[in-house]
């Protein structure tokens, strides 16, 4: 868990990262950007990777809040929000491709960046199947998640409208199994 001075530094490091990449910004950019010492900077996050961690965490916290919030009973209105809601957050993001993936092209051999990557997923695929109220809808929900995530920058709104649609049909589908 996160102190106040580290979410707030996390936050900056998010920024920075967000708008320049992983690859560019050097530690002096990083602190530059967050606004805080050398010192301080290293104090919370000891390394460069360590930055990138702290950025990444902040942002697995932030985005699993936004996904949650209002969030209907589980089921099918519940799915159809998800994909509302992602939609809204592809719009402020401008559509960018993930931050998670992002990083961990710029860090292929870091073993903790890939961890962290991994939890995030994880937890997204676990949310997936409470969000749906069925266990087996999770992997069809995260697919549709993380394709709208990469093709939205092309698409647009018509990924989000698409997605929805299958999640749709494979409600439907599974309401039409359950009752032949």
Known sequence: MMNDAQ???????EQVFW??????????????????SMRTLYRHFPSREA????ALEYRH????????E???????????????KLGGWMRVTQGKECFFRQALAANPDSTDIKDTVNRHKGELLEFMGILSGHDQFASTL???????????AEMGEKAVE???RQARLMFREASEKQFS
């Open 7 to 13: 979410k707030q530094i996390a936050a900056g490091l």
């Open 19 to 36: 708008s320049r990449g992983f690859a560019d910004p050097s530690v002096p950019d990083l602190r530059a950007g967050v606004g805080v």
């Open 51 to 54: 930055m990138i961690l702290g």
């Open 61 to 68: 916290q932030r985005y699993l809040k936004y996904v949650r």
């Open 70 to 84: 209002g969030v209907s009973e589980p089921g099918l209105e519940a799915a159809v929000q998800l994909f509302d």
């Open 142 to 152: 995260y697919l549709l998640h993380e394709g709208v995530t990469a093709c939205y």
């Open 162 to 164: 698409d997605a929805k």
